[in-house]
């Protein structure tokens, strides 16, 4: 959690009052640091003024609206939403990223976190990821900016995808085995790493895992069955080609569905969660799985 500081700081928070930002921003404003919101929400507006900060109305592919917005801010956390709309979603990424970094420049913003993933650190068979790789590598050019990769985990958030699939055919699963460790993290515990990092000068360009839990694909499906009623639930493994089209029958895109899958095959050769691995497994966050469960059946049931 972010502790009082001694210097009150201009902070600029990109990712409107979503899943990391409802956390952090009140986080940051009870430190006693004036916070600019970006949002694309003209009705966000009354609710970011109401955690005590101050909105910023525009699209995060805009670099001169971005710059505007960055203007004055001591430090910036930098989160590029995935451009899940476009024909070309890595490309789409990348492009807002590419405004972000011009404007973080043109601004002259000496410190930046960004939200970034596990698996970042490769180029490809990563899925969704890839363009998070690209935007480090934007990120690590800009000059005299101290920037820290925040690398996140798999965000617990995302099994409310499964509840569909537990409430209809009574399973879990994707396309690794039960055996698979999984990074997880609450986006609670990523907006109390974000808060502490923010208000540290950073050491130029480093990276720094924030993971809540490691724990395997058959701990999940046991945790969430029991907390749900469902202790047998079971984790099943789906091939590929049953992920592709589980996910294309649900109604995604099919290059949405692709790039999910490719993600799983990350996971189930080791490639995404390698570098965690040789980085020591640091377990930053404090929300460990069990406690998640519980928080998972309150929106199972709702």
């Not at 609670?188 to 990092?197: G, M, R, V, W």
């Amino acid at each position: 959690m972010c502790s009082k500081n001694s210097k009150t700081m201009n902070i600029t928070i990109t990712g409107s009052l979503g899943n990391i930002g409802r956390h952090l921003v009140p986080q940051l404003t009870a430190a006693g640091h004036h916070v600019t919101v970006v949002t694309s929400n003209a009705e966000r507006s009354a609710a970011i003024e109401q955690a005590g900060a101050k909105a910023a109305v525009g699209s995060v592919t805009d670099a001169d609206f971005l710059t505007r917005s960055f203007t004055g801010a001591d430090a910036v956390f930098a989160m590029t939403p995935p451009n899940m709309g476009g024909s070309d979603i890595i490309a789409g990424t990348v492009a807002a990223g590419k405004a972000f970094a011009q404007a973080i420049g043109a601004a002259n913003v000496k410190r930046v976190v960004m939200l970034s993933s596990i698996g970042a650190d490769k180029a490809g068979g990563n899925g969704p990821i890839a363009g998070l790789h690209q935007i480090e590598g934007l990120y690590g050019q800009l000059k005299d900016v101290n920037v820290t990769f925040l690398r996140a985990g798999y965000f617990y958030t995302n099994s409310h995808n499964d509840i569909p699939l537990i409430k209809t055919a009574g399973i879990v699963g994707a396309n690794y085995p039960a055996s698979t460790l999984i990074p997880f993290v609450h986006p609670k515990d990523i907006a109390a790493s974000a808060a502490e990092a923010l208000v540290q000068p950073g050491n130029g360009k480093d990276v720094q895992y924030i993971v809540s839990d490691l724990r395997s694909a058959d701990d999940y499906a046991r945790l969430i069955g029991a907390a749900i009623g469902k202790p047998e639930l079971p984790w099943v493994q789906f091939t590929d080609e049953q992920s592709m089209g589980g996910m294309t029958q649900a109604g995604l895109p099919e290059e949405i569905a692709a790039l999910y899958t490719e993600m799983g095959a990350g996971l189930r050769n080791g490639s995404i969660q390698q570098h965690f691995n040789d980085s020591g497994k640091p377990l930053q966050g404090a929300t460990k799985l069990e406690a998640y469960a519980q928080e998972f059946a309150s929106h199972f049931s709702a």
